[in-house]
């Protein structure tokens, strides 16, 4: 992750609000939380970069069910989860913008 104190001085500097939130999203109730937390800090969300993502390099045959939990919960089902909440946010407001990073391996 960059520099929080960088992005938030480049943000500032151009006349925008930094609001800083973190969320663990290998953990299920995180995104319910994020969104209320960043509509509670805001009023209301522009944009969505669905842009975080894991990996847990290990053999097939050694590969353990949490690893695949953990790595599907983050990397899958946080972006349907972010994606689904914030853009009923969106339709509400009738505009907004959601981008889906892909990773190339």
């Given amino acids: 992750m960059s520099d929080r ?3 938030q001085q ?5 006349g925008g609000a930094f609001h800083g939130l973190k969320a663990d999203l290998s953990q299920p109730d995180a995104v ?8 509670s800090v805001s009023g209301q969300i ?3 970069v669905n842009n975080a993502g894991i990996i847990r390099r290990t053999e097939a045959e050694q590969y353990s069910d949490e690893d ?3 790595v599907n ?6 972006v349907f989860q972010l994606s689904r909440e914030i853009g009923k946010h969106m339709l509400e407001r009738g505009k907004g ?3 889906l990073m892909t990773w190339t391996l």
């Fill in 5 to 7: 104190s960088e992005t």
């Fill in 32 to 39: 319910g939380k994020l969104v209320t937390d960043a509509l």
């Fill in 68 to 70: 695949w939990y953990d």
């Fill in 73 to 78: 919960q983050v990397n899958q089902h946080a």
């Fill in 97 to 99: 913008k959601i981008s």
């Fill in 10 to 14: 480049k943000i500032e500097s151009f």
């Fill in 46 to 48: 522009d944009i969505l």
